[in-house]
């Protein structure tokens, strides 16, 4: 016990003594975890010379002590040879994590009439010159200033996708994983790069220490980490001092063919306009839209702060905000951030967004093309542009195949998953729409989530379970549609779609409830199931005079509504063969695109006539 305690007391002074000289020194982490896993395996052996050389005294080595301390000696090397060379597993498809995105053999039947997608091939060896940044923790012990770990991280982002040659995940694909418990590893082989940075971020007043750790993906020990101490003043100095550090280590560890960094110039001259962007984009949406009026006005050349700004205004108005502003606001602000610097995708999705809804489709694509350009790495661009421009205009398998695209980017994100199951549902491939509805929950969405829920109508209403289709599509519906009244009368619509001698009734009692609405109290979503209620009723009359009174509600802001994949489901054939689907889709200004782009799926497009299968 003597000898043991006194061990103990060594190791601990030992281990104690490398740390500090670790932090002073900036060693390798892999120095202390060494020195730690030796003197965890020397125990037995201590304890053993101990037991013969003190508790019984010999003086002498003898035979059953030698074979013991051999025994414990070869064990011990076996065990630091584990410790230090652990296992690979085999590679798995990124989307292992939630599931495989593409659909499977056994679905095929069910998704016969779905267009084909592109369905994520076996990942390659990931290239030396590649680094994902994931979240960086928050040590500060105040969860309101996680905004500045978080921005850290984004910005190291930004500054090393500037490196030539050196692959790095986008924003979304990393802060994915955020408070999950994924092996690095695994984050690693989803994203296709050969190692991680990982950090924390403490700080005290206006001084902050920021750790940063790059691992090797293969192993997921460190081979590179340092400790930084600066003001916050030196924030972005601190950046470009990390970033060139990074390139060199992947240069000298990894072998990776790298030209050496480059420091970017600042996103803001004034460390308190970053400060108050970063609180911005950290704040649940539309409740601190001031701090970025207060970036703004402090450096009014800060253009990631008006693409921000541009972002907000764009969403209150999905929302439903009573402000005819905010689509004005939003080009004005995306406009001047691309005229500060037009190397923003973000703005650029913002302009294509803005003009999808107005009805201006080839600017829409021209601007999301244009953002995709610009980072080909981010799902986001991906998503805005399959769900904003391809879906309206009825081309579902390019909509799909830039859905994969971004699920592969971020195999870890439910976006995608989402957005998929939602497509899947439009055309009727009800087996995908719910598997990839599933994978969306897993990979940690809500399942009360609003595409979700309609998915999940949808599903239940084409396997003839009417009651739990209304169940499903009811809380999606704004408050004055969910009364006593109007959830009856949902509830006799849903009945009567399997019931042909119901339809008439239930068409008449739902036109006349919707006469006793008020038009604004009808948002965008709610006003295309109506649209596609009517249709499922046999009343195109209905369907088609409602869907244009929509318009002429919409037209009062602007714009055309949001999204119009509605109207390329499969459930709205009946729809699109109706003569006057021609004079529907021009209201909507769509003939353009499809006169450069081609037509929508099963659709042929001549001689400014659109005829559908």
Not at 408 to 426: E, I, K, M, N, V
Request: net charge negative; glycine share 6%.
């Amino acid at each position: 016990m003597q000898w043991t305690l006194a061990y103990a007391a060594v190791a601990y002074t030992l281990l104690h003594t490398t740390e500090m000289l670790s932090d002073a020194l900036e060693w390798p982490h892999l120095i202390a975890r060494i020195l730690t896993i030796v003197l965890l395996l020397a125990v037995p052996v201590v304890v053993l010379l101990a037991w013969y050389h003190g508790h019984k005294g010999e003086h002498r080595i003898s035979t059953g002590e030698l074979s013991l301390l051999a025994v414990l000696l070869l064990i011990g090397a076996g065990l630091f040879w584990a410790f230090t060379h652990p296992a690979v597993r085999a590679p798995v498809e990124p989307q292992a994590a939630v599931g495989s995105a593409a659909p499977s053999a056994a679905s095929a039947p069910a998704a016969a009439s779905a267009p084909a997608a592109t369905s994520a091939p076996a990942a390659p060896s990931a290239p030396a010159a590649s680094v994902a940044v994931v979240p960086f923790a928050n040590l500060t012990g105040e969860p309101g200033k996680e905004y500045f770990s978080d921005g850290m991280a984004e910005e190291l982002i930004n500054e090393l996708t500037h490196v030539p040659g050196l692959k790095v995940p986008a924003r979304t694909s990393s802060f994915a994983y955020k408070g999950r418990n994924v092996d690095i590893r695994q984050i690693a082989r989803d994203l296709g790069v050969a190692s991680i940075l990982e950090g924390s971020v403490r700080s005290a007043g206006d001084r902050i220490r920021v750790t940063a750790q790059l691992i090797n993906a293969q192993t997921g020990y460190h081979y590179w980490s340092r400790n930084y101490d600066r003001d916050f003043g030196d924030v972005f100095k601190l950046e470009d001092e990390i970033s060139a550090e990074i390139v060199e280590a992947l240069r000298s560890t990894m072998k990776a063919q790298l030209p050496a960094a480059v420091a970017q110039a600042p996103p803001t001259v004034d460390p308190e306009a970053y400060r108050l962007y970063l609180q911005a984009r950290s704040s649940p949406f539309l409740q601190d839209e001031h701090l970025l009026d207060q970036a703004i006005a402090r450096d009014p050349q800060f253009a990631r702060a008006y693409a921000e700004r541009a972002s907000l205004s764009l969403i209150a108005a999905a929302l439903g905000r009573a402000d005819p502003n905010l689509l004005p606001n939003a080009e004005r602000d995306a406009e001047e951030a691309l005229a500060l610097d037009p190397t923003l995708p973000f703005a650029q999705m913002v302009l294509g967004t803005i003009n999808a809804w107005r009805g201006h489709w080839l600017p829409a694509e021209s601007a999301s093309r244009a953002a995709e350009r610009l980072d080909d790495s981010d799902p986001e661009l991906k998503q805005a542009h399959a769900s904003g421009v391809l879906l309206s205009a009825g081309q579902m398998r390019r909509a799909l195949d830039e859905l994969y695209a971004a699920q592969r980017l971020a195999p870890a994100s439910p976006t995608p998953f989402t957005l998929l199951a939602a497509t899947y549902s439009l055309i009727g491939a009800d087996a995908e729409a719910a598997r990839n509805a599933d994978r969306a929950v897993a990979a940690g969405e809500s399942r009360t989530a609003d595409l979700l829920v309609l998915t999940d109508s949808t599903v239940a209403r084409r396997s003839g379970r009417d009651a739990d289709a209304a169940a499903y599509a009811l809380p999606t519906l704004p408050a004055v549609m969910r009364t006593a009244r109007g959830s009856a009368i949902v509830r006799n619509v849903f009945a009567a779609f399997g019931e042909p001698a119901k339809r008439a009734a239930a068409a008449h009692s739902l036109g006349a409830w919707l006469q006793d609405l008020k038009p604004a109290d009808l948002g965008i979503q709610p006003r295309q199931q109506v649209i596609g209620w009517y249709v499922l009723l046999g009343d195109l009359d209905s369907a088609f005079d409602f869907a244009n009174r929509s318009l002429d509600e919409f037209g009062r802001s602007g714009t055309i509504g949001t999204t119009w994949g509605l109207l390329w489901g499969s459930d709205m054939r009946p729809f699109r063969r109706d003569p006057r689907f021609q004079a529907f889709v021009a209201r909507l200004r769509l003939p353009d695109y499809w006169q450069r782009y081609g037509p929508p799926d099963e659709c042929d497009f001549k001689d400014g006539k659109l005829i559908c299968r």
